[in-house]
């Protein structure tokens, strides 16, 4: 089985201050983990994807996330918030073993403030 | 063209209505998916076609009817919905089947009302 918890339902930063969403995740094979972002009334967007590959992956528009197997972490950032940051992140896991798709977290509501 | 093409972007209904939603990919993906997303929450999966077959159907009402005519378009026809159903309405697709490649491709979605 698996599962992801984003650890924030609301991040609030000022704009050209750093990101930080958290993601937890379990899962019983090695997993894929993915950041989606939504903008309000659009659909969802990769913004970048582990796939056991490199641990620190970049992503679309300067984010980047760091794969922390020893933590089961997947914690995304950004140097300098943009105010067009401001969206819904999704954190979602893919248990290659699982038939059952993916597995997205509760999202987490970023507010960027001027 | 990377494009998932939703329509309509909005739909009204009553409770007795029959309507449709259509979606349509020209990436060549072999697997199209159907979510529902409620204000606030994350999408939740609905059905799954792979290679144009019904591979998943997540316990959905059967007021819900999928149909993938083709590789390349996928729809949902609603009848007899609830009020309860009133949501956003995503349409995906992927390469592979999503569980395996991992990105999912996903349109702009249909907002759905019922009165």
């Known amino acids: 089985a698996q599962s992801v918890t984003q650890l924030d339902s609301h991040v609030s930063v000022s704009e050209g201050t750093p990101v930080l969403l958290r993601c937890n995740y379990s899962?019983?094979?090695?997993?894929?983990l993915f950041w989606y972002v939504q903008h309000p009334n659009k659909g969802l967007q990769l913004l970048l994807k582990y796939t056991s590959a490199a641990t620190l992956v970049k992503g679309i528009n300067g984010f980047e996330a760091e794969f922390k197997k020893s933590e089961t972490s997947f914690h995304l950032t950004k140097p300098s918030a943009h105010m067009s940051d401001a969206a819904e992140y999704f954190c979602?896991?893919?248990?290659?073993?699982?038939?059952?798709?993916?597995?997205f977290g509760s999202g987490t509501q970023l507010t960027v403030l001027p | 063209d990377t494009e998932v093409t939703q329509t309509p972007k909005h739909l009204v209904m009553g409770m007795t209505n029959k309507k449709s939603l259509k979606c349509e990919q020209h990436m060549g993906h072999r697997a199209m998916y159907w979510y529902k997303q409620k204000a606030k929450k994350p999408p939740e999966l609905m059905f799954v076609y792979s290679y144009e077959k019904l591979s998943i159907n997540e316990s959905v009402p059967s007021r819900f009817s999928p149909e993938c005519p083709n590789s390349s378009l996928l729809n949902l026809h609603l009848h007899a919905l609830q009020p309860e159903d009133s949501a956003l309405y995503l349409c995906a697709s992927s390469q592979g089947l999503a569980g395996v490649t991992g990105e999912l491709f996903f349109g702009e979605g249909s907002r759905l009302t019922v009165l």
């Open positions: 979602v896991v893919s248990d290659r073993g699982s038939a059952r798709q993916l597995t």
């Open positions: 899962s019983s094979y090695s997993p894929s």
